[in-house]
């Protein structure tokens, strides 16, 4: 079965870094966009990055542009988050995400049919 493990989360100051990891099994890989989204106390869900299932292209939430890089190896089946200058308003649970299709652009009709668990990232100011 689909199964998306994200890790790397945890306590960073403001200024710092985390670089997450999400580990997919059970579907091929390299045949599905990704995506990162978040959800931090209290507010809904937000969409932060995607890459196509080749890695040829990526987008930002506004939010997170210039700050945040997503990548993916797909000979480790595995998805990226490096997130840099961090603040305390990226205090979130974290989640990777499996798109339907091999492109997403960040937009409201991009469509996911799994999810992670989640890994929570807390930045301290």
């Known amino acids: 079965q689909v199964q998306l493990v994200e890790s790397g989360g945890g306590l960073a100051q403001s200024g710092g870094s985390l670089r997450l990891s999400c580990a997919a099994s059970?579907?091929?890989?390299?045949?599905?966009?990704m995506s990162w989204a978040r959800q931090a106390p209290g507010k809904g869900l937000e969409w932060v990055s995607g890459?196509?299932?080749?890695?040829?292209?990526?987008y930002y939430a506004d939010s997170v542009k210039g700050r945040f890089t997503i990548s993916r190896d797909n000979a480790k089946n595995t998805l990226y988050l490096q997130m840099n200058s961090l603040k305390p308003e990226d205090t979130a649970l974290y989640y990777c995400?499996?798109?339907?299709?091999?492109?997403?652009?960040?937009?409201?009709?991009?469509?996911?049919?799994?999810w992670g668990q989640g890994t929570q990232v807390t930045v301290s100011s």
């Open positions: 995400a499996k798109a339907t299709d091999t492109v997403v652009s960040g937009n409201p009709r991009d469509e996911y049919d799994y």
């Open positions: 059970g579907f091929t890989f390299s045949s599905y966009a």
């Open positions: 890459i196509y299932s080749d890695g040829s292209d990526t």
